[in-house]
């Protein structure tokens, strides 16, 4: 690699720089034909390692061309920026994924509605089960928060391997999961949707096993169903919250 102490002073057109698309030559010749400093985000390619750079390219005249200003040196100001974009990409990360299971999480869910719905489902409509964790707090409460960053990581790969291939698993908020399905084959999606959701209240008929304890977890599981042209996600997801609503009605008046 290049040190500033070897590139001090060289041209840099002879001296081996980094796989850039030709981005800092381009905006040399830009420099170079309007007599302007140009600013870029400089990226490229070293040792396979994206580098990133802001790089400022300022021209300095002479000053004995009266009439005619003519260009006598480049000078580029260069500043690593590379952690910057590194902790741009976590932020991105972290406001539309989980940081416990790494699911898209709510933020997620609604691009995706925006976005890519029809495109990822074009078949007209799409279902989505809303999993609420009961009383989950107080595994938290009985245990730790560690302990129950366990229990839902164990979760989560259970009902990994319980959804359909095409499925996208959400972690939508705290206790509160989702899944969306699209009607891939022309069967009922209803149909689809209600044996998804038996299925997965049967996988946790049998408790989860953490640290030696053994943990019942309580599922309500509230579908809802909409065309795969919708804008909306918050309308989908009331839907299938007052459905849930209803269900753990009906389990408390039992």
């Known amino acids: 690699g290049q040190t500033k102490e070897n590139l001090l002073g060289k041209n840099l057109k002879e001296t081996t720089v980094w796989n850039d698309s030709g981005q800092l030559w381009r905006n040399i010749a830009l420099c170079l034909s309007e007599g302007k400093t140009q600013i870029l985000n400089w990226a490229?390619?070293?040792?396979?390692?994206?580098?990133?750079?802001?790089?400022?390219?300022?021209?300095?005249?002479?000053?004995?061309?009266?009439?005619?200003q003519k260009i006598a040196s480049l000078t580029l100001v260069v500043a690593n920026t590379t952690a910057t974009e590194d902790f741009k990409q976590k932020i991105q990360h972290f406001n539309y994924f989980d940081h416990l299971t790494n699911l898209p999480n709510k933020n997620y869910l609604n691009e995706f509605f925006d976005h890519e719905l029809s495109n990822s489902f074009p078949n007209g409509e799409v279902a989505i089960l809303l999993i609420n964790l009961l009383k989950f707090q107080r595994v938290n409460e009985s245990f730790g928060y560690a302990f129950g960053d366990d229990?839902?990581?164990?979760?989560?790969?259970?009902?990994?391997?319980?959804i359909p291939e095409k499925a996208l698993f959400f972690r939508f908020e705290g206790d509160k999961f989702a899944i969306l399905i699209g009607d891939s084959d022309g069967t009922s999606l209803k149909n689809e949707a209600e044996s998804l959701a038996s299925l997965i209240h049967h996988?946790?008929?049998m408790p989860v096993r953490i640290?030696?304890?053994n943990i019942h977890l309580e599922l309500s599981i509230g579908i809802a169903i909409g065309a795969s042209g919708m804008k909306d996600s918050l309308l989908l997801i009331q839907q299938a919250h007052i459905?849930?609503?209803?269900?753990?009605?009906k389990s408390k008046s039992k």
């Open 44 to 68: 490229f390619n070293k040792d396979d390692q994206k580098i990133t750079l802001q790089c400022s390219i300022i021209p300095t005249f002479d000053l004995e061309e009266k009439n005619d």
């Open 151 to 162: 229990v839902i990581l164990e979760f989560v790969k259970k009902i990994k391997y319980k």
């Open 203 to 205: 996988e946790f008929k």
């Open 211 to 213: 640290d030696q304890h």
């Open 243 to 249: 459905a849930m609503q209803r269900l753990n009605n």
